[in-house]
């Protein structure tokens, strides 16, 4: 059990975004880059800074947040790598946090849905995928196992309603949509030359979902292809169970593992 | 002064403890050969994957029931060698020494191994150094730490990608230079005499390629299970191999006049080579060789090489950077920033 004023840092490797956050004295500052190629010294001169800014150091912290992947398998190696290290060296436990539910929660946040699609792009065809829906505690909760498969081939429970988020949108969006049975060209179809976030606006008010009963098949009315995974919303994620000290989610370092989803060869 | 080591440049996860007085302190090594033997070769994302299972359950074993706070510096492989792999160990110690708050260090690969025979009490250069393993055939002049001077190199495949690519003709498993000695010792020297690569040729540099290709021709020669023929083909690649490597440094030991030889890296552990060499011995020049289990990757090596140029005054990285091509030429000697 930690108190409220837990002193947490959380860390994001796994895409081409690099992030990092830390939770001191109950507020969150956050580091943000799209800095490909170089987290391996961007993640330290982010959490340098933070300390920097905070006044905190690493003998305050009480535990590690990390994005577990799915990802980049260098990029999560890389976050898993800097988990362990400092996680022994300094005794904390560590949390891994899903890279697909971190987006899922900021896009649930930012379009106020009730349930989402992350599709990340996983590069040779394939994105990496999960279906999350949010909980009575504001929080993503997966709603089906995470996996990873070529677009036309993610598995859409029937009558799935909420919204899509994560880079595969950008790279193959019109497999996805496919594999959504078209849900998207049906939410555009209710607001003919709008785009379907367009659609929404002017409902204030109204649960987003709501606007969509009625659709037949299903209905995904937004998709926001620009959410990266964000070291501020796993720090979110992951706080609650370090403040309940939360057995299930809570690992020691040496567990500090990357999460693939894809086999090596 | 106690410097942890830490490699992950390949497929060797190593780490190791070494104590400017006391030596090596403790180490362990988990050796991924089981892993990438039925591929015939280093798989690169199955190594990565790998060292970051491996790595804190090595550093427990090593440390046993000492803390990290008798630890007073962390030296990893910067490079060269597979980047992932790389990343992953160097992230790994780099975030230890960062989050106590000691000095972390970047080693070069192949500078651990030319410095690994201090370890065993051999003075510190300046030595010639042949550089052999599955990645690098290379005779060095190793002038002072950090001061390295490439005298030659292999034109094709290093000798221990050579002897793997050679075992894997024979049906041999990987990695081929333990079973290609293994095999050998039953064959009969003078049914085949391959001719020793490059000997016409004046210089230092190396080549395998062709010798490869003789083992080929030779193996067509025999039936398919002709184990004899099998295990003369093998003397006859070793024999030329070794005689290769022998010979340029008989030659860069004559044109130096440079009194020491120091024999590094995997294919340093082969039997013939060690007798071979230890031949050029004698009339004032010293062959040196690495212990067996110094021969092969390993984190000792790295906590040495570390501790050797944090002792000699070197500033510690602020920032894990490695490179997967690094030549040994463009080390530079200890300094302070």
């Known amino acids: ?27 969150v500052r956050r580091r943000f880059e799209i800095a490909p190629r170089r987290h391996n010294t961007l993640i330290f001169e982010m959490c340098e800074s933070l300390f920097e ?57 930012r379009h106020n849905a009730a349930s989402a699609l992350v599709a990340m792009d996983a590069r040779m065809g394939e994105v990496y995928y999960g279906c999350f829906r949010r909980g009575e505690d504001g929080l993503a909760a997966p709603a089906g196992d995470e996996g990873v498969a070529p677009p036309e081939q993610v598995p859409v429970a029937a009558g799935f309603r909420g919204i899509c988020a994560g880079s595969a949108w950008r790279v193959h969006r019109d497999a996805l949509n ?48 620009d959410l990266l995974p964000d070291a501020a919303v796993m720090l979110q994620l992951a706080l609650p169970v370090i403040i309940a000290g939360d057995a299930n989610a809570i690992v020691e370092a040496a567990n500090a593992l990357p999460i693939y989803l894809r086999s090596p060869v | 002064m106690r410097v942890l080591g830490i490699e992950t440049s390949c497929d060797e996860t190593g780490i190791g403890l070494v104590d400017s007085s006391a030596g090596v302190v403790a180490e362990a090594l988990f050796s991924q050969v089981g892993i990438h033997r039925p591929h015939g070769g280093v798989v690169p994302e199955l190594a990565a994957r790998d060292h970051v299972r491996k790595l804190l359950p090595l550093l427990r074993e090593t440390l046993g029931a000492r803390e990290m706070d008798e630890v007073d510096a962390v030296a990893y492989t910067a490079g060269p060698g ?77 000798v221990g990608e050579a002897f793997d690519k050679v075992a894997r003709m024979l049906g041999l498993g990987y990695p081929g230079g333990p079973e290609i000695q293994r095999l050998a010792r039953r064959g009969r020297a003078r049914r085949f005499e391959f001719p020793q690569p490059m000997a016409r040729r004046p210089g230092l540099d190396f080549s395998f390629s062709g010798l490869k290709t003789r083992a080929l021709q030779t193996l067509r020669h025999c039936g398919d299970d002709d184990d004899r023929c099998h295990a003369d083909i093998a003397l006859a690649f070793e024999m030329a191999a070794v005689g290769s490597l022998t010979e340029r440094c008989r030659r860069a030991l004559g044109q130096s006049g440079c009194k020491r030889l120091v024999a590094a890296g995997g294919v340093a552990a082969n039997a013939r080579l060690r007798r071979e060499l230890a031949k050029l011995g004698g009339d004032g020049v010293e062959v040196i060789y690495p212990e067996m289990k110094l021969c092969a990757d390993n984190g000792v090596m790295i906590a040495n090489a570390g501790l050797l140029r944090l002792q000699a005054g070197q500033t510690p990285d602020p920032l894990p950077q490695v490179r997967a091509r690094w030549p040994l030429t463009e080390l530079q000697p200890p300094r302070a920033a």
Not at chain 1, 4 to 16: F, Y
Not at chain 2, 93 to 112: D, N, R, T
Request: aromatic fraction near 4%; charge should be negative; proline fraction near 7%.
């Open chain 2, 82 to 158: 597979l980047i992932g792999a790389l990343l992953t160990g160097a992230v790994f110690g780099h975030s230890l020494a960062w989050a106590l708050g000691k000095p972390a260090i970047g080693v070069h690969h192949l500078e651990a191994h030319l410095l690994a025979v201090m370890l065993q009490g051999a003075p510190p250069p300046p030595y010639l150094a042949l550089l052999v393993s599955g990645g690098h055939t290379q005779l060095v002049a190793a002038h002072d730490i950090g001061h390295y001077e490439l005298l030659g190199d292999t034109l094709d495949d290093a």
């Open chain 1, 178 to 225: 496919k594999a959504l049975g078209n849900a998207l060209e049906k939410a555009q179809a209710m607001a003919p030359g709008t785009t379907p976030e367009r659609a929404l606006e002017g409902a204030p008010g109204t649960m987003p979902e709501r606007a969509l009963e009625g659709v037949p098949g299903g209905a995904a009315r937004i998709c926001d292809e």
């Open chain 1, 53 to 109: 800014e905070t006044g905190a150091g690493l003998g305050d912290l009480d535990a590690i947040v990390f994005g577990r992947g799915p990802g980049a398998f260098t990029g999560v190696r890389i976050a898993a790598s800097f988990a362990q290290g400092v996680g022994y060296a300094r005794g904390l436990p560590v949390v891994p946090v899903s890279d697909l539910r971190a987006v899922a929660q900021a896009a649930m946040e």
């Open chain 1, 1 to 27: 059990m930690f108190p409220v004023t837990a002193t947490v840092l959380a860390i994001d490797t796994a895409t081409e975004a690099c992030s990092a956050a830390l939770h001191c004295g109950g507020t």
